[in-house]
């Protein structure tokens, strides 16, 4: 059955008795655009179709209802999602493990009950059975998308999952048909949004996790956080395992992060964020948590997607769409792996609404990780992939005009990786450098200015031509002669070695609470001396001759 969302909107202004530039005045849009839309002429997202419908006064209910009929229609006419498992160390042949899985996904015999069933109700298929490897197997199991509930990602996993049980299978990749695809929000904001709202385009974005995860008081992390964006990061963000701990506060540490933030902003003349975990116990304090960040004027929420299940992130996802945060899940990916491929996984966190999605470092392990990551970034990224083992895809997708989605490459990166991070992934990302600007010898501010220094020197030698991946060391080499603090980081950070946690460098001296200034003052001039650090600030930048009003004011 093929989507028509023009022809659908046609038939619903029709039954309304409404002009196309009746119901243009209605929904807020020209009279032109929707006149495309009418007539086939440019294919819409199905959320634009969504705040038409509302506009018009039609619930969005009757809308999916219309997309997808209850009436059974013939198998073949149908649209089914595809789904890829796998079988390993097993004896079975190809067509016994076919039957094997076909058998579970349908629940078993239908028994009595399936003289009742009407004749033409579309069943769950076996689509293809083959040996891949020595001993092992895969099955592709098709599902009609009638089986499943509209934009719901619990009910896509419950309903692809269904063969595992008992069978010792594991799931590989999915396809999710387009009549399905669009019910789904997707992200709200995006890639190109989130470029757009912060102003960051041409080069990777920088992100730092605080550390240490204990030990500092609210007061401390937001120094912290002025020190890492004022060195030149674009992101702080909260680590995932920091929720709200005796000591450090969530509302202490929103306050005093939010005011180093904005404080950064001003001082360096450019848009800075921190991202904020949200993560809670429950639904509905993790609202609270997003309210009280969009009242403190920040942008971004971070989450532990692994921990709060599929259901709450998408809760959370319409909850920050609402409020006009950008969404980061950077989830435990180790926990979510166990279960699903990081491809599907990072596939699945787009549908639910993810605006930035943590990833692995394509730096890591052999060639085979890089290709795989490759699809990864894909999943993340492109409208539509073929089929590719290699990259992870066993069957071919397309996203239905969803968002691309910024991946955050992490963790562990310094200097030394950047030219071969921007080979492997492009402009098109947040690099995840935590330890390198915290473990910088000198002070936080000045490892996060050595990341800035070494990423823009090798955007700019790019832009001039120069091979990253044969020149990209003596670039660094060549900045780091302008720049003592990328000097010192190279000279600390061995070429290759990935750093996770670490802390400050010994050679810093420890501040204390004494040293942080009063909160509603604006940090001006820096807290570090000029001759530990040079803070990073645009050559257009002025240099503040007053104190800045308060985030209060």
């Known amino acids: 059955m093929d989507v028509n969302l023009g022809g659908l909107l046609k038939q619903i202004l029709q039954e309304k008795g409404l002009s196309v530039t009746g119901a243009a005045q209605l929904a807020g849009i020209s009279a032109s655009n929707l006149s495309r839309i009418l007539n086939g002429q440019v294919n819409p997202a199905f959320t634009t179709v969504l705040e038409i419908v509302r506009a018009l006064g039609i619930p969005p209910e009757q809308m999916m209802v219309r997309l997808l009929p209850e009436t059974p229609q013939a198998a073949a006419s149908v649209p089914a999602m595809q789904v890829v498992l796998g079988l390993e160390n097993t004896e079975l042949s190809a067509r016994a493990a076919g039957d094997l899985l076909l058998q579970a996904a349908q629940g078993g015999p239908a028994g009595w009950a399936g003289r009742y069933m009407a004749a033409d109700v579309p069943a769950v298929r076996l689509v293809d059975s083959q040996q891949v490897g020595t001993r092992r197997l895969e099955v592709v199991v098709a599902f009609p998308h009638t089986l499943l509930e509209a934009g719901s990602i619990a009910s896509l996993l419950s309903v692809a999952s269904s063969a595992l049980a008992g069978t010792g299978a594991r799931l590989l990749d999915v396809a999710v048909p387009e009549i399905l695809l669009r019910t789904f929000s997707g992200p709200m904001l995006g890639l190109r949004t989130v470029q757009d709202r912060f102003n960051k385009h041409g080069r990777p974005l920088l992100a730092c996790t605080i550390r240490p995860m204990q030990g500092l008081s609210a007061r401390m992390y937001g120094r912290a956080v002025y020190e890492a964006l004022m060195g030149g990061m674009d992101f702080t963000a909260d680590p995932t395992l920091l929720h709200s701990v005796a000591g450090n506060n969530w509302r202490e540490r929103y306050h005093f992060a939010a005011e180093a933030a904005a ?63 950008a969404l980061c899940a950077m989830g435990n990916r180790a926990l979510a792996g166990d279960v699903l491929p990081e491809q599907l996984h990072a596939k699945l966190l787009r549908l639910a609404g993810a605006d930035v999605v943590s ?115 003596n670039i660094l080499l060549r900045a780091s002669k302008y720049s003592p603090e990328l000097k010192q980081a190279l000279d600390s950070f061995q070429d290759g070695s990935l750093l996770f946690g670490v802390v400050y460098g010994q050679a810093a001296a420890r501040p204390t609470e004494a040293s942080v200034v009063a909160s509603g003052v604006n940090p001006s001039p820096p807290i570090i001396p000029p001759s530990v650090v040079t803070p990073f600030k645009r050559p257009e930048a002025p240099s503040p001759s007053a104190p800045e009003p308060t985030h209060e004011d």
């Open 263 to 325: 404080a950064a902003s001003r001082d360096s003349n450019e848009r800075k964020n921190h991202m904020v975990n949200i993560t809670a116990a429950t639904v509905e304090e993790m609202e609270e948590r997003i309210e009280f960040a969009r009242d403190y004027e920040m942008d971004t929420a971070l989450v532990d997607t692994a921990a709060i299940g599929w259901s709450a992130l998408q809760s959370v996802a319409k909850l920050c769409g609402q409020q006009g945060l």
């Open 359 to 473: 990833t692995g470092s394509p730096l890591r392990g052999n060639v085979s990780n890089r290709r795989y990551m490759a699809g990864v970034f894909n999943t993340l990224r492109e409208d539509a992939w073929e089929a590719n083992r290699e990259q992870g895809h066993y069957v071919a997708q397309q996203m239905a005009a969803h968002a691309a989605v910024f991946p955050a490459v992490g963790g562990g990166h310094n200097p030394w990786h950047f030219p071969r991070l921007l080979d492997a992934v492009g402009q098109q990302m947040i690099v995840q450098c935590g330890g390198a600007a915290a473990g910088h010898p000198a002070s936080l501010q000045a490892g996060a200015h050595a990341c800035r220094v070494a990423m823009e020197a090798l955007v700019q030698a790019r832009n001039e031509g120069q091979n990253l991946t044969v020149d990209g060391r």
